[in-house]
Each structure stands twice: as structure tokens, then as C-alpha cells.
């Protein structure tokens, strides 16, 4: 069984570089692929990143681009998104989520393809 367990959120500063973590059990890094979404009240879950089976690396999406970046640490069974140069529009609950890609896959699903979640980190950045 496919489980992504993320810590409890935290206050970032603006300008900030914090790290998000998920911890994943069940699932096998060559075989799947996994993500970074957000997602605020009232608005769409928003895409940010995807590390493919193969570990390879893709932005979903741009208001990201070059601020944050994906990476995981196979022997720890963790995935990371690390988040510099933080804004106040940045403050929105964090998701990670992984989904089967079959073996030896190097492209990222679509945002939409993904099927286990973690429950969310609430990061809230403010001075």
C-alpha cells in the first residue's frame, strides 16, 4: 500500500528557503513517479513539480520555474521540495503525490494522472 506522509506546516519568511519533505512507503522509485502540488481554499490544485521514475525532473508549472526544485533521497524513502526566495503568495497548503509509470519511465505524468496524496503541509509566509 502506497502511503506519503508530510510533517505539519510552519511560518517562512519572505525571502526565505525552506524545505518541505514527504516521507513515501510502499512504492518503488524506479517504478513510479512523484509531485509537488499546492493547493489554496476556494481555488484549483495547482501543479509544481514532478521527479519521474528515472529521476529526471519537470515544472508544471512556470510561477515556480527557477525558485523550487524537486529531488528525493532514495535510501531515506523522502521526497524534497526545497523553495527559495519565498513570497507572501506563497503561503497555500503543499501537497506531494505519486502515481505507477512502469519501469524505466523518464517523462512526467500529467498533473492530473496522480493517485496517492499526502494529507498536506501548510506553509504560511509572512514577516
Known amino acids: 500500500q502506497v502511503q506519503l506522509v508530510q510533517p505539519g506546516g510552519g511560518l517562512g519568511q519572505p525571502g526565505g528557503s525552506p524545505r518541505l519533505s514527504c516521507a513515501v512507503n510502499g512504492f518503488t522509485w524506479d517504478h513510479h513517479a512523484t509531485g509537488w502540488f499546492r493547493q489554496a481554499p476556494g481555488k484549483e490544485r495547482e501543479g509544481l513539480l514532478c521527479?519521474?521514475?528515472?529521476?529526471?525532473?519537470?515544472y508544471y508549472s512556470d510561477s515556480v520555474k527557477g525558485r523550487f526544485t524537486i529531488s528525493r533521497d532514495n535510501a531515506k524513502n523522502t521526497v524534497f521540495l526545497q523553495m527559495n526566495a519565498l513570497k507572501p503568495d506563497d503561503t497555500t497548503a503543499y501537497y506531494c503525490?505519486?502515481?505507477?509509470?512502469?519501469?524505466?519511465?523518464?517523462?512526467?505524468?500529467?498533473?492530473?494522472?496522480?493517485?496517492?496524496w499526502g494529507q498536506g503541509t501548510q506553509v504560511t509566509v509572512s514577516s
Open positions: 521527479i519521474s521514475s528515472m529521476d529526471g525532473s519537470t
Open positions: 503525490a505519486a502515481v505507477f509509470t512502469g519501469y524505466g519511465g523518464n517523462a512526467c505524468p500529467q498533473p492530473y494522472d496522480y493517485k496517492y
